[in-house]
């Protein structure tokens, strides 16, 4: 099976622009997650998306934005990017049920550069 | 909050030289331990877990083991190889029935193993 996927692979973008980014969760995964990863740190979240509805947020504002659609993919949109917007964008996916439904699995990352 | 914290890297190991890399949490409830991988370039991969007290996580010649009453989940290896240099992250997921799962990661150690 393949695992998560993500795209683009790389993304350069101008301040004040808009972004979006995209993730494909494991097959039969239900459930979608985004972290931010700057360089050095440790992934910071984001959202998680469970059965297309929102069911968790981080501390990140309201420029941040994400959605998911009746396939479980889902999409991660930025809008007046920020030079600190510059980071590696994580997607993971969850298994549901027992004690699985706390496994995640990540996808390769969208690296996302702010000029 | 739920936090974590890893000791600091980078750590520089000879080959076949025992590794500990500690890792301690502050969460409440019962939440599940992980340990992560990121190799350069790459997004994370799950290496070990542990859903509950005392449950020892192993994979690949690397163990953890779930320590509530010292709050700790400390990886080790007995034997390093230059293949296992890469950044690892520790973190806690705590998740309920309604899908929502609050991760929360370490900031990462650099591990370096030299030939």
């Known amino acids: 099976d393949a695992g998560v996927t993500q795209s683009p692979t790389h993304l350069i973008k101008t301040r004040g622009q808009q972004v979006t980014l995209r993730c494909s969760p494991i097959?039969?995964?239900?459930?979608v997650s985004w972290y931010q990863q700057v360089l050095g740190q440790g992934p910071q979240f984001i959202f998680q998306y469970y059965e297309k509805e929102e069911r968790g947020r981080g501390n990140f504002p309201d420029r941040f934005s994400a959605r998911q659609f009746p396939n479980y993919s889902s999409e991660l949109n930025v809008n007046a990017l920020l030079l600190g917007d510059s980071a590696l964008y994580l997607c993971a996916s969850s298994p549901t049920g027992g004690t699985l439904q706390y496994e995640q699995y990540f996808g390769p990352g969208t690296r996302l550069t702010v000029t | 909050g739920d936090s974590v914290t890893q000791m600091e890297g980078p750590v520089t190991l000879s080959e076949e030289a025992f590794l500990t890399i500690n890792c301690t949490y502050t969460?409440?409830?019962?939440?599940?331990l992980f340990w992560y991988v990121q190799y350069p370039g790459e997004g994370l991969q799950l290496l070990l877990k542990a859903t509950k007290a005392d449950d020892k996580g192993s994979n690949k010649g690397f163990e953890a083991t779930y320590r509530k009453e010292t709050t700790s989940f400390h990886l080790e290896k007995g034997s390093v190889q230059v293949s296992d240099s890469a950044v690892y992250f520790c973190?806690?997921?705590?998740?309920?029935?309604?899908?929502?799962?609050?991760?929360?990661f370490g900031t990462g150690t650099k591990l370096q193993v030299i030939p």
């Open positions: 969460a409440t409830g019962y939440p599940s």
């Open positions: 097959s039969g995964h239900k459930s």
């Open positions: 973190a806690l997921i705590r998740g309920n029935s309604g899908g929502y799962q609050k991760v929360t």
